[in-house]
């Protein structure tokens, strides 16, 4: 447990489009950050929805971020008080990250936005179908080079291919493409966030990975 010490950083509205990293001070899109609220018990409480009550404290969804030594003293003086950091944050927030995932691919299969293998895939890609592909981490660039085809459709590899296969009921899934719209976006995202705390590229343009 840490006491808050140095300057108090500024008071701010949780408005507008980007937030201010507790630790670096660099402002980033909301979308591209990490929101935690101080718990009763002055624990840090990750808020990857960002709708639990209380003051929101901010944090690039970055792995060098997490791992930063001077993290809890940088959560306790954004929060003015003492604070309680998880000892394991960072798995902790890359398993949240994966559930939301699933969770977003699931919704777009179900609402018909989501197909998963190779052919109807491709199909979807080569027809301009797509507004987005998933790969599986674990999958062979050999197929994914395939199943683009030259394509700029943008491209992640949050999960494995048993956990793609848990979302559409196979044993694993390799290739999927989603329809363009919000549940696409929302996707590209949370995988960006998760390819951060990863430590990986969080690029998606022109059909680079973010895994």
């Known amino acids: 447990m840490l006491a808050a010490h140095g300057p108090a ?19 980033q899109a909301k979308e591209a950050m990490i929101r935690f609220v101080v718990g009763p018990d002055g624990q840090v409480v990750p808020d990857l929805a960002a709708r639990l009550p209380g003051r929101g404290l901010w944090l690039s969804a970055q792995g060098s971020v997490l791992e930063d030594r001077r993290l809890a003293q ?12 998880p000892e394991d944050l ?7 990250l994966e559930r939301r995932v ?15 293998g190779f052919v109807v895939a ?6 301009g179908r797509a507004g987005l592909v998933v790969e599986a981490r674990d999958g062979a660039p050999d197929g994914r080079r395939k199943l683009l085809s030259g394509s700029s459709v943008p491209v992640v590899a949050p999960l494995t291919a048993a956990e793609l296969g848990a979302v559409f009921a196979r044993d694993h899934v390799v290739h999927v493409a989603v329809a363009p719209g919000r ?5 590209a995202a949370e995988a960006m966030r998760l390819a951060g705390v990863r430590g ?9 990975r973010t895994g």
């Open 183 to 187: 549940l696409a976006q929302a996707i």
């Open 74 to 85: 940088a959560f306790a003086r954004a929060a003015k008080a003492r604070v309680t950091l």
């Open 200 to 208: 990986g590229t969080q690029a998606t343009d022109d059909g680079n």
């Open 90 to 96: 960072r798995p902790r927030l890359i398993a949240g």
């Open 9 to 27: 950083a500024p008071e701010e509205p949780e408005t507008g489009p980007t937030r201010r990293c507790v630790l670096t001070g660099a402002r």
């Open 122 to 127: 491709r199909d979807w890609v080569a027809s």
């Open 102 to 116: 699933a969770e977003l691919l699931g919704l777009a299969r179900r609402a018909g936005q989501a197909v998963a």
